[in-house]
């Protein structure tokens, strides 16, 4: 290696660890939603546990299956070993050097010399597509993932390319799986065998499988069951506009602007003008280009819309703008191509880079971190609330605002519980989601009623578990909520229940304690009869109630709580959630081998197999020689 090369590389390190230390990736979902995550997974990691349960987000959330989370992604690793803060800039700034180093095996696979190569993945490193994922802990695993999926096609390397897809599993983004599947559908028409594609698809079956078993145990209890409406699923379509935005300049300007927030996913997909020369050649990758594009448009798409009408299933695909992930991508190859072919290369290096610079340092949503390190605090319910900041206010001060106030969710990351309150990721039980919108829609006295009923800290609040006195069957959800909201109603005397609970009267019980273990809750108390046991978690189909080695009943009690009925004689219950542990830790630990084994070094696999053979071949005595 190069004197030049190891400088480069050693400065590369320093700034990594200087940013992944000092620094902290604020932005959008990363405040609200992936950092709290992270955090509270950490915690779960290092006690030895899989974080199944999230306990701070508005009564609970499932961790393990929420594509949000990535549970079961390898660099969780990091989390064991580094500050939580460190950890989750890492992940960033990890897959943006993937990213690059991708992109520039792409190219060197398409046969386009070194420095042509090196041309392009720098564009991809800087483009406003990489600088933009750096608000959204899922979708920047793209930036690596994708460019790696099509130099596995370019290699015709089925190992690899399961490898991506695999990861792509495992981060849970439908839109640039979709992508991915497409572009690489059109790169290897009739260039690679579909024995081998069949090989990948198995591969990355086997090392997605945690995230797919764990997810498909939830997927028909939480928000996203529900199919968005169109225009919702649409929002963030490209324009005209935003596609001009790729070959001339941010034309929309920066989301972390003031009055930037606009209805938008990435903040810029700037690449710059040599995206247009570029895209005059014959190449699959024009079109892929081209393809990607198509989707991308979505609401100006008028096939797409239609489509979306007509099949609800079709809407999982939400934010067609992520489909400019895959576009780019091949649009960054066409660059590199283009490059090697023109004479004026001095001309398009400053012409290229001298913007994309100024965007990229003007764009990234990085802050310095002291302003988020927060003091931890009691582990009390408050509703959730949000921080709405004035349009003239700049972004990093909204944000730093934001931390100070502990808004939800980032207040979790101090020890903060939040109540009721609208779901961000759509990761929320359909129930709680009835309940948010009948406490908007309530009047005051009724919200104080929801959010005592959510333990949130106001007076007369229910505890983290209770013995209900006796229960009030309900024919439905309408039925549940118009009992919940008469003004007779006291919710310290009665529950609603389904309505074979109707006319449930506990026996005089009494709850002697309530502690989380880590992940298990674990409730002491005397049952002499039959209790009905209200527990102020979120209720789900996955939680397990046991007492005595026996499975307890749980049922949805006010709606969206968790109830359990108790029999008599019981002197402690434990809930988990998850019923599918053994077989989501099984597969994590199938997962996390087999990508080793396809990350070693190829003459090492072939040398293990040699080895086998013979030793197959000789006798007791060791391997022939």
């Known amino acids: ?128 597509i990489a600088i933009s994922t750096t608000c959204l802990y899922n979708l920047v695993t793209a930036v690596a993932l994708v460019p790696l999926a099509l130099y596995a096609v370019e290699r015709s390397s089925t190992r690899i390319l399961g490898l991506a897809f695999g990861l792509m599993l495992l981060a849970a983004e439908p839109v640039t799986l979709i992508g991915a599947t497409v572009a690489v559908a059109i790169v290897g028409f009739r260039r690679v065998p579909l024995s081998k594609l069949a090989w990948a698809a198995l591969i990355a079956l086997a090392i997605g499988a945690p995230q797919i078993i764990a997810y498909s145990e939830i997927a028909g209890e939480v928000e996203r069951v529900v199919p968005l409406k169109t225009g919702t699923v649409l929002i963030t379509s490209l324009s005209p506009k935003r596609i001009l935005e790729i070959f001339v300049w941010p034309l929309s300007g920066f989301l972390n602007d003031p009055d930037g927030n606009k209805q938008r996913l990435f903040s810029t997909i700037f690449l710059g003008v040599i995206a247009v020369p570029a895209l005059w050649s014959r190449s699959r990758y024009t079109a892929v280009v081209a393809a990607m594009l198509f989707l991308a448009v979505g609401s100006y798409n008028p096939i797409i819309p239609p489509i979306l009408e007509r099949f609800p299933l079709t809407r999982v695909m939400r934010y067609p703008e992520k489909f400019a992930i895959p576009l780019e991508t091949a649009l960054v190859v066409l660059i590199a191509e283009y490059f090697g072919r023109t004479r004026w290369k001095r001309e398009w290096t400053v012409i290229t880079f001298l913007p994309l610079l100024w965007c990229a340092v003007r764009g990234i949503p990085i802050d310095w971190f002291a302003y988020y390190r927060v003091a931890p605090r009691p582990a009390v319910r408050v509703r959730a609330h949000g921080f709405a900041p004035p349009d003239s206010m700049n972004a990093r001060t909204a944000y730093r605002i934001r931390a100070r106030d502990l808004d939800w969710m980032f207040g979790a990351v101090a020890g903060l519980r939040y109540g009721v309150g609208r ?58 909520v118009n009992i919940l909201e008469a003004p007779q109603f006291d919710e310290h005397r009665w529950a609603v229940a389904p309505i074979s609970l109707h006319g449930f009267v506990s026996a005089p019980g009494r709850l002697n304690g309530y502690r989380e273990d880590g992940q298990t809750i674990r409730i002491a108390l005397d049952a002499p009869g039959p209790l009905l046991l209200f527990v102020n978690q979120t209720f789900f189909e996955s939680w397990i109630a046991r007492a005595d080695d026996r499975e307890l009943t749980t049922v949805p009690l006010d709606v969206d709580r968790l109830g359990v009925i108790v029999p008599a004689g019981t002197r402690t219950v434990t809930l988990t959630f998850g019923r599918h542990r053994g077989t989501v830790e099984a597969t994590w630990a199938a997962s996390a081998f087999l990508m080793i084994v396809l990350l070693l070094p190829k003459r090492v696999q072939k040398a293990d197999r040699r080895t086998g053979e013979v030793e197959r071949a000789g006798d007791e005595d060791g391997p022939l020689v």
């Open 1 to 128: 290696m190069r004197q030049s090369a190891k400088l480069v590389i050693a400065a590369a390190v320093a700034l990594a660890a200087l940013l992944s230390t000092y620094g902290f990736f604020f932005f959008r979902d990363n405040l609200i939603t992936h950092y709290p995550m992270k955090v509270i997974s950490a915690h779960s990691f290092r006690s030895g546990e899989i974080p199944w349960w999230n306990f701070n987000d508005i009564g609970g959330q499932p961790l393990a299956g929420n594509p949000n989370a990535l549970t079961f992604y390898p660099d969780n690793v990091l989390y064991l070993i580094l500050p939580a803060h460190v950890a989750f800039n890492l992940h960033f700034l990890l897959h943006l050097a993937g990213g690059f180093l991708a992109m520039r095996a792409l190219c060197g696979a398409r046969g386009i010399d070194r420095r042509s190569s090196l041309f392009g993945a720098t564009v991809w490193l800087l483009s406003g």
């Open 423 to 480: 779901s961000p990721d759509l990761m929320h039980s359909v129930l709680s989601r009835t309940v948010a919108e009948r406490y908007d829609s309530a009047r005051p006295e009724l919200q104080q009623r929801y959010l005592r009923i959510a333990g949130c800290n106001v007076p007369g609040h229910l505890p983290e578990a209770m013995v209900v006195p006796a229960a009030i069957g309900a024919r439905g959800m309408i039925d549940a």
